[in-house]
């Protein structure tokens, strides 16, 4: 029997999503474009994979995937708030019929015991501010931003608890031209990504200032990928581009929101590198109020990284994982003086490879905890696969319920050591569209029957990971069998 010590009174068991994966009805009930719908018409357009336009039609089943998770026996909800379906000009005049939907979806929950967990931004920026001023280019959305977290603070803090600001904001930084449109002039600005990311740190600051002021005991976090970074041997040079790399790509966001500081060393780099950014008068005092006002990380874990001291000469590059789902095809970091990704020998990747570690989790859980002291919430971990609807309505996800027992595993672990953990969100409440594998790749513990051709009717299934995850809920995390 696969037991361990069930998890602390009060821990809570949920799923997430996010809205442009998920909603569908991207131009109703009076919603406007967000830069995912049109990045997404492009996608569908090159590549053949589904747009926004439908999604999973969360927005016409709502009331069903609510039901589906209370009968999974959820305590909490991770989902975010589409901007340009309450605000369709990202300022301004507010849509009332987009307003609704989410106190719907909000009472649907608490009818049912669910925690609401809100993310504020999910790569969805509103058409209207990048046609504006180019999104997180301009200093503009940071007044913006404010705006639109104060507007949602003010209408829904007196049912929601937990706040997210931004979803991963390294993963944007990183594929700014992905997960931001831009022109085609700030994407060849090699600045623009750091100066993106300052504002971004800013609007977090005052958004989470807005929630401990507007939300009667409000708790603000945000979520941030996670990835410890490995050396890939001992020797001195590919330690040193571990740690290298953990700054880089992790503490740098942190400080910025535990601290409201920047890392010094990735300071000097950015610098050394030409990539500085200007930080006025002041900014650095919003960073820190905005610290103060920081409760809780949400982790968004799903996989480890392993570096190692860079060829010279190399360009710099991000990691493009394989779209095909068959294994290799994947192309690893490159951040030139600092580390060169490559793969870790001693873990088995996904089909679309993604290395598989358990422990990884515990690490970055640890370190976290030891370092900064605040509580952490699992916003997404999860297996995407491609899984097949059987004839009699059947999904058989083994490989799911392996991946999640592994990490809820490491989980407790990372308790037994101190580390305050305070939810498990892992992706995906449902199946939803996949950033860059369309629907082909599902995470859900439901089915929603569509392909990346036809919308069909999106019906509903029940996966085998389903029943695996109720029963672990029902027992507080105790049985894994
Ligand atoms: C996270 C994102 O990075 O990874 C989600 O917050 C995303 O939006 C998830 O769906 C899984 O990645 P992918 O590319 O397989 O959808």
């Known amino acids: 029997m696969q037991e361990v010590k069930a998890f602390p009174k009060g821990f809570m068991w949920g799923a997430a999503t996010s809205a442009y994966q998920c909603e569908g009805a991207a131009l109703e009930d009076g919603k406007k474009e967000n830069q995912q719908d049109v990045i997404n018409r492009q996608i569908h357009d090159e590549y053949g994979y589904a747009d926004c336009s439908v999604a999973t039609d969360h927005y016409h089943h709502y009331k069903e995937d609510v039901a589906l998770m209370a009968e999974m026996g959820f305590t909490s909800y991770r989902f975010s708030i589409n901007w340009s379906r309450v605000l369709p000009d990202g300022v301004g005049e507010p849509n009332p019929k987009g307003v609704e939907f989410y106190h719907n979806l909000i009472d649907e929950l608490k009818a049912h015991g669910i925690e609401p967990i809100v ?161 006025e008068d002041g900014d650095m005092d919003i960073m820190k109020k905005g610290a103060e006002c920081f409760d809780f990380l949400g982790i968004n ?21 394989n779209k095909i789902g068959k294994g290799g095809h994947v192309t690893y ?45 699992i916003c997404e971990n999860g297996f995407g696969a491609y899984d097949k609807l059987e004839e009699d309505g059947s999904i058989h996800d083994p490989y799911r319920i392996e991946y999640i027992r ?22 995906s409440a449902f199946d939803l569209l996949s950033t860059s594998n369309g629907i082909a790749k599902r995470y859900g513990f439901v089915y929603v029957d569509r392909t990346d051709d036809d919308v069909k009717e999106c019906k509903r299934y029940k996966k085998d990971s389903f029943y695996w995850y109720k029963n672990v809920i029902a027992t507080n995390g105790k049985n894994l069998e």
Request: glycine share 4%; hydrophobic share 35%; aromatic share 14%.
């Open 119 to 279: 993310t504020m931004w999910h790569y969805d920026l509103p058409m209207a501010l990048v046609n504006k001023y180019d999104g997180w280019g301009s200093r503009q959305i940071v007044d913006d931003f404010e705006y639109y977290a104060r507007f949602i603070c003010k209408e829904y803090g007196s049912k929601v608890k937990y706040w997210l600001t931004i979803n991963e904001q390294s993963i944007v930084v990183n594929y700014i031209d992905r997960k931001n449109l831009i022109t085609k002039e700030d994407q060849f600005n090699p600045k623009f990504r750091y100066q993106a990311n300052h504002y971004m740190n800013l609007a977090h600051a005052k958004a989470a200032i807005a929630v401990h002021e507007l939300v009667p005991g409000g708790q603000c976090g945000a979520a941030l990928d996670m990835a410890p970074y490995y050396p890939a041997s001992s020797s001195p040079e590919d330690v040193l581009a571990a740690k290298n790399a953990s700054n880089f790509k992790n503490y740098f966001y942190m400080d910025a929101y535990f601290k409201g500081t920047y890392t010094p060393s990735v300071m000097a780099y950015l610098k050394r590198q030409g990539l500085d950014f200007v930080i």
């Open 301 to 321: 874990y799903y996989q480890s990284a392993c570096v190692k001291s860079p060829t010279p000469g190399l360009a710099r590059r991000s990691k493009q994982n």
């Open 333 to 377: 970091e490159v951040q030139p003086d600092l580390f060169e990704g490559c793969k870790n020998e001693y873990l088995k990747d996904t089909d679309f490879s993604m290395p598989i570690d358990p422990m990884g989790l515990r690490y970055v859980l640890e370190d976290i905890y030891d370092r900064y002291h605040k509580p952490m919430m």
């Open 406 to 427: 592994a990490h809820i595993k490491a989980m407790r672990e990372a308790i037994e050591n101190g580390v305050e953990l305070i939810a498990y969100n892992p992706w």
